[in-house]
C-alpha cells in the first residue's frame, strides 16, 4: 500500500494533469517539498493548484516558492485560501512572486489570518515588473483601512496588471 507521500509523488511525476485539487487534504511541509520538486520539474504540465484547507506553514510556503521561482514552472493559478499564513507567510510567497521566472496569475489568500502586516509587500508584488498577477483574492482578512491604502498605491502603479482584487 502506498504512502500519501508516495502517491501524491508518483501523481505529479506519472500523470500528466494540468489541475491539482489538492484541498482539505491536511498538507503540510513535507507534501510542500512534493509540490516545488515538480514545479521545478521540465515535464510538469501543472497550471491549476488548489491547496486550500490545509496546514501548510512557513516552511512550507518556503518550499513553494522555490517551485514558483523555477524556469520550468508553469503555474498559472495558485489557491491557498483557509491556510493559516498570516503576515510571515505570505511574506515568504511574495518573494516567489517577484520572480521574473513566476507565472502565476491567479492568487487565492482568503481567510489566511492577514493583516495590514503584509499589504505592502503585496502592494510592491503589483508594482513589480516581473508579476503577472491579474485576480487577487484577499477576502475574509483582518487588512484595516491602512493595508488597503498600501495595496491602493500598488494598484496605482503602471506595471500592476491586477484586473480583480477580492
Same mark, same amino acid.
Given at each position: 500500500?502506498l504512502?500519501?507521500t508516495?502517491?501524491l509523488?508518483?501523481?505529479?511525476y506519472?500523470?500528466?494533469?494540468?489541475?491539482?485539487?489538492?484541498?482539505r487534504?491536511?498538507l503540510?511541509?513535507k507534501s510542500?517539498?512534493?509540490?516545488?520538486?515538480?514545479?521545478q520539474s521540465?515535464n510538469?504540465p501543472?497550471r491549476?493548484?488548489?491547496l486550500?484547507?490545509n496546514? %501548510?506553514?512557513d516552511?512550507g510556503v518556503k518550499? @513553494?516558492?522555490?517551485?514558483l521561482m523555477s524556469?520550468?514552472? /508553469?503555474?498559472?493559478?495558485?489557491d491557498l485560501s483557509?491556510?493559516n @499564513?498570516?503576515d510571515?507567510g505570505? /511574506?515568504l @510567497?511574495?518573494?516567489?512572486l517577484?520572480?521574473?521566472?513566476c /507565472?502565476?496569475?491567479r492568487?487565492?489568500?482568503g481567510?489566511?489570518n492577514?493583516?495590514?502586516?503584509?499589504?505592502?509587500?503585496?502592494?510592491?508584488v %503589483?508594482?513589480?515588473?516581473?508579476?503577472?498577477l491579474s485576480?487577487?483574492?484577499?477576502?475574509d482578512?483582518?487588512?484595516? =483601512?491602512?493595508?488597503?491604502?498600501?495595496?491602493?498605491?500598488?494598484?496605482? =502603479?503602471p506595471?500592476?496588471?491586477l484586473?480583480?482584487?477580492?
Amino acid at each position: 500500500m502506498l504512502s500519501f507521500t508516495s502517491y501524491l509523488t508518483f501523481l505529479f511525476y506519472n500523470v500528466l494533469i494540468l489541475l491539482y485539487r489538492l484541498n482539505r487534504c491536511d498538507l503540510r511541509e513535507k507534501s510542500c517539498e512534493i509540490v516545488a520538486s515538480a514545479l521545478q520539474s521540465s515535464n510538469s504540465p501543472l497550471r491549476d493548484l488548489n491547496l486550500s484547507y490545509n496546514n %501548510l506553514g512557513d516552511s512550507g510556503v518556503k518550499l @513553494l516558492c522555490a517551485g514558483l521561482m523555477s524556469p520550468n514552472c /508553469k503555474l498559472q493559478r495558485l489557491d491557498l485560501s483557509y491556510n493559516n @499564513l498570516g503576515d510571515s507567510g505570505v /511574506k515568504l @510567497l511574495c518573494a516567489g512572486l517577484m520572480s521574473p521566472n513566476c /507565472k502565476l496569475q491567479r492568487l487565492g489568500l482568503g481567510w489566511c489570518n492577514l493583516t495590514e502586516g503584509c499589504c505592502d509587500v503585496l502592494a510592491s508584488v %503589483l508594482r513589480s515588473p516581473h508579476s503577472e498577477l491579474s485576480d487577487l483574492e484577499l477576502r475574509d482578512n483582518e487588512l484595516q =483601512d491602512s493595508g488597503v491604502r498600501a495595496l491602493s498605491a500598488g494598484l496605482e =502603479d503602471p506595471h500592476c496588471k491586477l484586473q480583480r482584487l477580492g
